[in-house]
């Protein structure tokens, strides 16, 4: 009887067995069994912008072989629990924000170092200012996934009936908001009610003053607010409240009840970002139009305000190998413009198609024209530190006469915090 027709009896099978056995004793391996190829996302997605990333992921999934879960979870839930999941039970890949929130778990060894990738991809040139955002010491930790530009917005039809111009310089702009003013318009409509639109007039007012390297040295705390070089930024500040340019009673108003001025024509500037034209009546939303915060001293940036999330591998990941062929994936340029689409926000990548929406066009023109990019003040600093500067930040938009007690108090957080980490 050949072995064909061996019939399978208990003895056939221990006898099977047992040659395998032997092999095992002998020092041999037996065949492996494959393991299946398994990659864990936890993404923190809006509803517009989560199914174009499961499409991209199942995309990726069959390509390669792979089984691609994506746990969505609520934004704000995900600012909660990242720091536990990276701690205890790390995805392979989770989305965060670039910027001083990535620096902090960097520091505490939770994000992976995938310089090699960011390289090998060329996604450095394809980066070019923004590569310093999820950078630290020349290594990177993360890639930007597009991002809110801030600036100076107005409607043009109102500039138009009131003969404004959109103002280039500094001197430009007191002569808009003088002219602003004698024809009974806000000269900028500011709601510091939720105080962070106060922290990005500080920002781009020491940005133009003071440029990025000391702006980024004052976040990291390596300056002190009550140093000198900060003069000028706060009395240019104290002398445009003092000349009545900002809303009345500003800290009544959330961001929203502000721009209504802009939307109703009843303001003639806001210093915002491109969430701001979701405010706009139906019909009008061509009217608003976008320019670059003010210039204050010619050979100082361009520096722009460009707050970016980004995607990254924790550390602790089970297939950080795998996780890298993912970004390699979703990070090519069409990939990324099909992931970015829903949402119409400025692509981080200056190899990538310009969106077709004319607000987002203009932002992403100007970013790439800037010579680089900070976070938003949030962002930037230290959450501690962060806290104290958008609350003084709303106190002195109200107080301004106190400018030197207030910055000497946010030198007191900084000290505290800087001795502390």
Not at 125 to 143: C, E, K
Not at 274 to 286: A, I, K, N, R
Not at 314 to 334: S, T, V, W
Not at 379 to 384: E, G, K, S, V
Request: net charge neutral; hydrophobic share 40%; proline share 6%.
């Amino acid at each position: 009887m050949s072995k064909a027709n061996t019939p399978v009896t208990r003895r056939r099978v221990i006898q099977t067995l047992g040659a395998g056995a032997g092999l095992l004793l002998c020092g041999l391996r037996a065949p492996a069994i494959a393991k299946p190829r398994r990659l864990i996302i936890i993404s923190d997605l809006n509803a517009a912008q989560a199914p174009a990333f499961q499409a991209i992921a199942a995309e990726f999934g069959r390509q390669s072989g792979t089984e691609v879960i994506v746990n969505n979870i609520a934004h704000e839930a995900n600012k909660t629990a990242i720091r536990n999941y990276l701690v205890a039970d790390p995805p392979d890949i989770c989305f965060w924000f670039s910027g001083q929130r990535m620096r902090q778990f960097v520091g505490m060894g939770l994000f992976s170092d995938i310089s090699d990738l960011v390289e090998h991809e060329g996604i450095d040139r394809a980066l070019g200012p923004l590569l310093d955002t999820v950078s630290i010491d020349g290594r990177q930790y993360g890639l930007p996934v597009g991002g809110l530009f801030w600036g100076l917005f107005y409607r043009e039809d109102v500039f138009r009936e009131h003969g404004l111009t959109p103002p280039e310089t500094f001197e430009d702009f007191y002569r808009t908001c003088y002219r602003a003013k004698a024809q009974g318009l806000v000269p900028v409509a500011m709601g510091t009610k939720d105080q962070w639109p106060a922290a990005g007039w500080f920002d781009h007012l020491n940005l133009r003053i003071n440029g990025l390297e000391t702006h980024m040295a004052l976040m990291e705390g390596r300056v002190a607010y009550s140093d000198t070089i900060f003069d000028p930024v706060f009395e240019q500040w104290r002398d445009m409240i003092q000349q009545d340019f900002f809303l009345d009673h500003g800290t009544s108003y959330a961001w929203q009840q502000a721009a209504a001025f802009l939307a109703r024509k009843k303001a003639a500037m806001m210093d915002l970002s491109t969430f701001l034209q979701s405010v706009m009546p139906p019909g009008q939303e061509g009217e608003l139009k976008l320019i670059r915060f003010p210039t204050y001293d010619a050979s100082v940036g361009p520096y722009e305000d460009f707050s970016s999330n980004s995607i990254h591998i924790p550390q602790r990941a089970q297939q950080k190998a795998l996780a890298r062929e993912f970004l390699a994936y979703f990070y090519q340029p069409d990939v990324l413009a099909r992931f970015l689409a829903p949402i119409g926000t400025v692509p981080p990548r200056n190899d990538m198609p310009v969106p077709d929406d004319p607000l987002t066009k203009t932002a992403t023109g100007l970013l790439r024209a800037s010579a680089g990019s900070a976070q938003y003040f949030d962002r930037d600093t230290h959450p501690a530190m962060a806290w104290a500067g958008l609350k003084g930040f709303q106190k002195f938009s109200v107080y301004p006469s106190q400018g030197k007690e207030i910055r000497q108090e946010l030198d007191r957080i900084r000290t505290r915090v800087t001795t502390s980490t």
